[in-house]
Each structure stands twice: as structure tokens, then as C-alpha cells.
């Protein structure tokens, strides 16, 4: 068995058993044995102490005393092997007795063998190690439950408290002997927590969640719970365990995050996302429960950035702070105020029973705002504008009811400040309009859907063609022709337009080029820029590049640009406008006459004409200030050197008033509507040999654009400069 010698004591005061013992030991085969013996009861509690024996071995009689009470002894005095009992003779009683004590075995001296003994010592020895390990198990376990930060308790199968560790005595506030025997829910804030747990255990086994526990004082606290059924040795259920951790600083961390992710961190109000959160819920509702009615106020501080510039952005954000504070006294408890960042706020009015109840809201906080608030003792007078839009079925997404508070609220602010406007079904209509625009902008410049028609430009000195505007349609898939006043402004905003402005220069050329090859060498092509491609783009870089790919001669292409698009940044406009010019290309400053037009400025820009708006032309044979101030426009800017043309000609008294203040150049439907580049081109075929003025009113179809052919012949147009 083992190759170390067992260290065996026997105590016997008679040496012929001593020897018979031996005897029967050395027999003994698979056991080593280093046997020691001692006669008496003081000799071996003497010598048991010092030495560390495997087995005992007591004779039942030691003189006046027994083996039994030395067994006891010698427990006492720190020994923890087994002990064997040896008697004379088999008595049923003494082995009672010796069992009771905690002796290992009892043998009777007659009946000792060598394959008895042996078993006897094996028996006891692995006995021994048994209880050991259970003894250590016992330990360990009461050692762990003891030193856990988790609270651990445990009851029967009547749920009444059976342990309760140190742990949960401190967080708990009770004492293991307050609580033992005691119901277990005594320990949870809410008995339906206790009865869920329960029937989970019940019918699961085990269970692990979070529950609010209840302290000895009555506070409550928030815990992670897993408890488990336990079972005995044969399985049987006895009660169950639970581990509960104290997660009340995690919980107060998470909370704060919770908190941090849905407020705005300067007013405390909830902030976009959690307005979104909201208004999505509100919106799922409202769509199963159609008598739902709620309101979204899209509110913007007038002239804030102003008092913040002025006051400095401690004051703005003490403002921003009493906004937020004026506005939850508004409202009611139940209705959200969210700050959307910057000076936005957005209000969640909820259930309310009328329409009406959203303007009357947005009436009190303006006639609130009218009072001033006080900073620092500084009354600070600002007003609000306001947009409402009211539930209704067309709103799906919560993105789609802000974006239209937003737009109302600008109406609000472009009405005059103060004021509140509200979102109705046409203007839905509208900007769902303009959302399917951009989308198909966007698609019509990868599908290839625009084509662009050119409109003669008449000069009135010969009466012929001498350029051509190019005007961008749109072939909608759907929609047909669509005209560029319903969808430039659109692009521009945006910023589609580059794409699209990048597209019509490179037409353009391409389609001049084109026509050179056909012979038509002195039509120039006309191109509007718009303010933001004027303003983003680098537009001489955009020419180059495609010049590059083109290899045309740019003396052919002129750009028309507005007026005040030049405006916005003078001191740039001229840096591109020469660079232009230097390449080539003549400026037409289109439009003008419309905006902050001023003759002085034509005095600095690089420009080779202008180009007078139509609304101007319109009035010039019917209105005398028209008149007069065309007239002046026509003189100055020969004056200055500059050419001018006259858009938007439409009969022959504004023909005849243009020739005689001797207007440069002509165009409008009188003289030829925009039409496609076949067209122009057998427009161009006449040209060459009649003048265009003598067919006003014969033939007006052809003006029109129509596709009548006419001769070709000699080019007789020169660029005029
Ligand atoms: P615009 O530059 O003022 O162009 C003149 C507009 O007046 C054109 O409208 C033209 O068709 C129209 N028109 C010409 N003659 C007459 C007339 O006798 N009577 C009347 N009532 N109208 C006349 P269209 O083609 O609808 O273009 C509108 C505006 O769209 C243009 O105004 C221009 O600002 C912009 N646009 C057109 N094509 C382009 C382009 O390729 N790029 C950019 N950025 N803008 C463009
Ligand atoms: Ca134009
Ligand atoms: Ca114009």
C-alpha cells in the first residue's frame, strides 16, 4: 500500500499480547509497520503528544482505567488518528461503548488475525481521511461564506432563515440571531420581488436578477440576487441558497450615465436624443390609439447669438438657464422641454384635447418672454419664435415631425419675431416636395437627365444671332420637363448645384465645340453660375480641367452671374473675375437691375457687360420710371465701356424702345424661346443669311424653337466685344 512505514502505538500492560500483536503485524504484507509499545496509561498520553502516530491500538483494560478513557484523553490532548480498541473478550456492551467514544474499531484479542487487522487498520485509516476532508470541506466553506462581501443566506423548505453571514448582518443591519428562523421576504422591499424569485426557483431551480431589498431600518437598496435550490446528500430539496451583492454605487454610476447621455449638461433638461426617444414612443402610440392628440413646439431664441456676443457666453448661458427655468413653470409637469443644442428648444406637448391648446402655449411663453429676464441684476430682453406642429397620420418618424417644426419656426421668425406659426397640410406637401427633389437630383445627375436649351441672343446691330443662353431642363423620369426654377434653388441649397453647374460648363463647351466643327464659329455660349458654385467652387480651376479634356478655345464661352452673388465678397469676386477674364472668358453680371444694383461698383468689376433683368424690360414700353431708369442703366454702362444685353423680350414695342436707346444685344420669346441644340443649330442655319428681326411675327413657330429646316450659308456673326 504505502512505501512509508505506519507509525503504530499500542498500549497494553501485558507483553505477551504486546508480541502476539507484533506477530500478527509482521505477517501483514502490503503494510509497513513501525510499531511502538508502551505498558501503561500515564506512559502513553506521555509519549503520544511528542510523537505523530498513523493508529492507536488501546487495550479495553489499562490497570485501574480503560482504553476508552484514554482514547479520550489522548483526543483531548491534540491526537486526530483513529484509535483501535482491544478487549479480552467479545462484550457487546464495551463495543457500544468504544463506537459512542469515537474509537475506529473494536477487536477481540482471541479472534485477531493478520488479514482482520490489516483490514481493521485500512478501514480506520481511510475513515479517518474521509472525516478529515469533510471536517476541511466544512471549514472551508464556513471560511468562505464568513469573509464574503456578498451576503449569503440560506433557509429550509419552509423559507425561514437557516444562515446569514457577516456580510449580510452589515449590509442588512440585522444580527444573524435577529433574523434565523425568520421568514426570508422580511428581507425584500416588495413582496411581489420575494414571490417572482420564489416561483422561479420553484420551477427553474435557480434565479438571478436584480431585486430591491429592504435594510433593518427600512431603507431600501438595489441588489443582484442569484439564488439556487439546496439539496441534501440523497438530493432531497432542504431550502434555498442566495448570494445578493449590494450594487447601489454601480446603480447610482449607471444612473448618472443615463442621465449624462439623455440631458443637456448646461439647463438639465433632457437633450435630442431623449426628446426622440420620447416623440418615437409617442408616435407608435398615437398610430395604434388614433384619438391621441400631442404637439411638438420648436422653439429658437431671436437674436441670441447677438446678446451673446455682446454680453459674452457666461451671460448667454445664464440666459439659456432661465429659459429653461421660465419654460418648466409654463408648462405642465407632464409635457418634456428639451434643449436641442445651441438656442433650440423642442416641446413635447402630450395628450392634449384640443388643437387650439398648442397655440395657446406658444402665446404664453411668447407673452412670458415679454417680461425681461434678470442676470446678474441686468434685465436681458430677448423673444422667441416658434414653430407647431400637431400629430397627424402622415408623421412616421420622429426626424420627420422635428424637420418640419423647424421649417414652421423659421416661417415664425421670417413673419417677424415673436410669433408662432403652425405646420399645415400644404406645407407638408411642400417640403415632402422638395425632399423627393433632392433625391431625385441626385439621381438625375448619375442617370443623365438633364439636357440644356439655348435661347438666341439677337444683336441689334446686324439683328443677327450672335450667342446663345444656355438654360438647364430636366427630363423628370415622371414628371416631364422640369424648369430650373423649381429645381436650382433646391440644388443650390443643397449643393447638388456643383455637380450639376459642373455638368452644364462641360455640355456646354462640349456642344460648342460641335458646333464649331459644323462651322458656326462666332456663337457663344452663354452659362449661368449660381451663388454657391460661385461662392464653393473654384470656378476658373473647374474650366481648366475640363478645357483640358475638351481642347476648346474659351474666347467662345461667357458666364452670366448675378449681381449680388459678385456682391458678397468683392475683394474675391474681382480675384476670380479677372482670372476668368484672363482665360478668356467674358462676365456677364446677370439679373441686374434687380438687386442692390449699383453703377459705381461696375466701375471695379472685370466684367464685359450686363445683362438687364426682365422684370425691368417688362415695364419699359408701358412705364415712364421703367423707362427712365433702363435708359440711364443702357447709357452708364456704355460709359463705362460695358456691353448690355436686355433679357426677357417679349413684343416690339420693347424692341423698338431697346433699339433706340441703342441696347446692345436682345433675348427673350419675341425673338426665340429656349430650344434643344437641334434646333438652335438650323436656327443657326438661317441666321446665316437673314436676319432673325425680319421674321418677328411672320413666322413666330420658328421663333418658337420648332424644327423647320432652314438654308445653310456663309457665317456672318462676329463676337462682339
Ligand atoms: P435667368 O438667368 O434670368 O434666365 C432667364 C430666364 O428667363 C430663363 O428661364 C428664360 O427661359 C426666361 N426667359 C427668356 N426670355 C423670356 C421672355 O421673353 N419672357 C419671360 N417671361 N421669360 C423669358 P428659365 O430657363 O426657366 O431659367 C430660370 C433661371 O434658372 C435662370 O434665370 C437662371 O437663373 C437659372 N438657370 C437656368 N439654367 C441654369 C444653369 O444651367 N445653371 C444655373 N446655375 N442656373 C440656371
Ligand atoms: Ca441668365
Ligand atoms: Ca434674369
Not at 176 to 203: G, T
Not at 226 to 255: C, F, H, P, W, Y
Not at 257 to 263: D, P
Amino acid at each position: 500500500m504505502t512505501e512509508e512505514k505506519l507509525r503504530i502505538l499500542l498500549v497494553d500492560d501485558d507483553e505477551e499480547d504486546y508480541i502476539i500483536a507484533r506477530d500478527i503485524l509482521s505477517e501483514i504484507k502490503i503494510m509497513r509497520f513501525d510499531l511502538q509499545w508502551e505498558r501503561t496509561y500515564d506512559d502513553a498520553l506521555r509519549i503520544i503528544c511528542c510523537n505523530q502516530y498513523d493508529i492507536c491500538l488501546f487495550d479495553y483494560r489499562l490497570g485501574p482505567r480503560t482504553g476508552l478513557e484514554l482514547l479520550h484523553e489522548v483526543v483531548d490532548n491534540g491526537y486526530k488518528g483513529p484509535v483501535i480498541i482491544l478487549t479480552g473478550q467479545d462484550d457487546h456492551e464495551v463495543d457500544n461503548e468504544a463506537m459512542k467514544a469515537g474509537a475506529a474499531d473494536y477487536l477481540v484479542k482471541g479472534q485477531i488475525n493478520a488479514s482482520l487487522l490489516e483490514r481493521s487498520i485500512r478501514h480506520a485509516m481511510e475513515r479517518k481521511r474521509v472525516q478529515e476532508a469533510l471536517v476541511f470541506a466544512k471549514d472551508y466553506a464556513e471560511n468562505v461564506i464568513n469573509s464574503s462581501i456578498d451576503m449569503i443566506t440560506t433557509t429550509n423548505t419552509n423559507y425561514e432563515i437557516t444562515e446569514f453571514n457577516p456580510a449580510a448582518e452589515e449590509v442588512f443591519g440585522y444580527s444573524r440571531n435577529d433574523v434565523i428562523d425568520k421568514p426570508m421576504h422580511i428581507l425584500y422591499a416588495n413582496s411581489n420581488d420575494w414571490k417572482r424569485v420564489k416561483e422561479k426557483i420553484e420551477q427553474e431551480k435557480i434565479f438571478s436578477g436584480e431585486i430591491i431589498k429592504r435594510r433593518k431600518n427600512g431603507e431600501t437598496f438595489p441588489a443582484y440576487v442569484s439564488a439556487s435550490m439546496l439539496k441534501n446528500l440523497k438530493g432531497r430539496e432542504v431550502g434555498i441558497m442566495t448570494i445578493a451583492r449590494d450594487i447601489t454605487l454601480q446603480k447610482r454610476l449607471e444612473d448618472q450615465l443615463m442621465h449624462n447621455a439623455f440631458h443637456d449638461t448646461l439647463t438639465g433638461l433632457p437633450n435630442r436624443k431623449y426628446l426622440l426617444n420620447h416623440l418615437e414612443i409617442i408616435i407608435e402610440h398615437a398610430r395604434k390609439n388614433k384619438d391621441i392628440l400631442f404637439a411638438v413646439l420648436f422653439l429658437d431664441i431671436d437674436r441670441f447669438k447677438i446678446i451673446n456676443d455682446s454680453l459674452g457666453h457666461t451671460m448667454g448661458d445664464k440666459l439659456l438657464i432661465s429659459i429653461a427655468q421660465r419654460l418648466k413653470t409654463i408648462l405642465r409637469c407632464n409635457d418634456i422641454i428639451a434643449r436641442f443644442g445651441g438656442d433650440e428648444f423642442v416641446i413635447l406637448l402630450y395628450g392634449i384635447k384640443e388643437r387650439s391648446y398648442a397655440k395657446m402655449v406658444a402665446e404664453k411663453i411668447l407673452a412670458n418672454f415679454k417680461e425681461p429676464f434678470c442676470l446678474d441684476g441686468n434685465n436681458v430682453l430677448t423673444s422667441a419664435s416658434i414653430g407647431i406642429v400637431l400629430s397627424e397620420e402622415y408623421y412616421e418618424r420622429a426626424e420627420d415631425f422635428l424637420r418640419d417644426a423647424d421649417t414652421v419656426m423659421y416661417r415664425a421668425k421670417t413673419n417677424g419675431r415673436s410669433s408662432y406659426a403652425m405646420f399645415d397640410k400644404e406645407m407638408h406637401a411642400y417640403v415632402v416636395n422638395i425632399l423627393q427633389m433632392e433625391a431625385g437630383l441626385r439621381q438625375a445627375v448619375v442617370n443623365n437627365e438633364f439636357e440644356i436649351y439655348y435661347q438666341p441672343i439677337i444683336s441689334l446691330a446686324d439683328d443677327k444671332i450672335i450667342a446663345s443662353e444656355c438654360l438647364i431642363r430636366w427630363e423628370h423620369p415622371q414628371r416631364g420637363l422640369v424648369l430650373p426654377s423649381e429645381f436650382i434653388p433646391i440644388a443650390e441649397e443643397t449643393g447638388i448645384i456643383e455637380n450639376i453647374g459642373r455638368w452644364v460648363i462641360k455640355e456646354a463647351i462640349d456642344q460648342n465645340k460641335i458646333l464649331r466643327h459644323s462651322g458656326y464659329l462666332n456663337t457663344n455660349f452663354s452659362i449661368n453660375i449660381s451663388a454657391r458654385q460661385f461662392r464653393y467652387q473654384d470656378i476658373p480651376e473647374v474650366i481648366r480641367s475640363i478645357q483640358e479634356e475638351v481642347c476648346i478655345d474659351l474666347q467662345a464661352i461667357t458666364l452670366e452671374i448675378t449681381e449680388t452673388t459678385v456682391m458678397e465678397d468683392m475683394d474675391r469676386s474681382i480675384k476670380i473675375l479677372k482670372t476668368l477674364r484672363d482665360m478668356g472668358i467674358d462676365i456677364m453680371l446677370d439679373d441686374f437691375g434687380t438687386g442692390y444694383s449699383s453703377i459705381n461698383n461696375l466701375r471695379f468689376l472685370p466684367v464685359t457687360g450686363i445683362k438687364i433683368d426682365l422684370s425691368l424690360t417688362k415695364d419699359v414700353a408701358i412705364c415712364s420710371d421703367a423707362a427712365t431708369i433702363a435708359r440711364a442703366i443702357i447709357n452708364m454702362a456704355h460709359g463705362l465701356n460695358k456691353t448690355v444685353v436686355a433679357e426677357g423680350v417679349e413684343n416690339k414695342q420693347q424692341l423698338e424702345f431697346l433699339r433706340l436707346n441703342r441696347c446692345d444685344m436682345v433675348q427673350g420669346y419675341l425673338l426665340g424661346k429656349p430650344m434643344p441644340i437641334q434646333s438652335l443649330t438650323k436656327l443657326l442655319q438661317k441666321n446665316n443669311t437673314i436676319s432673325i428681326l425680319s421674321c418677328v411675327g411672320k413666322d413666330s413657330k420658328y421663333l418658337n424653337g420648332s424644327t423647320r429646316v432652314y438654308r445653310s450659308g456663309a457665317v456672318q456673326l462676329a463676337k462682339k466685344r
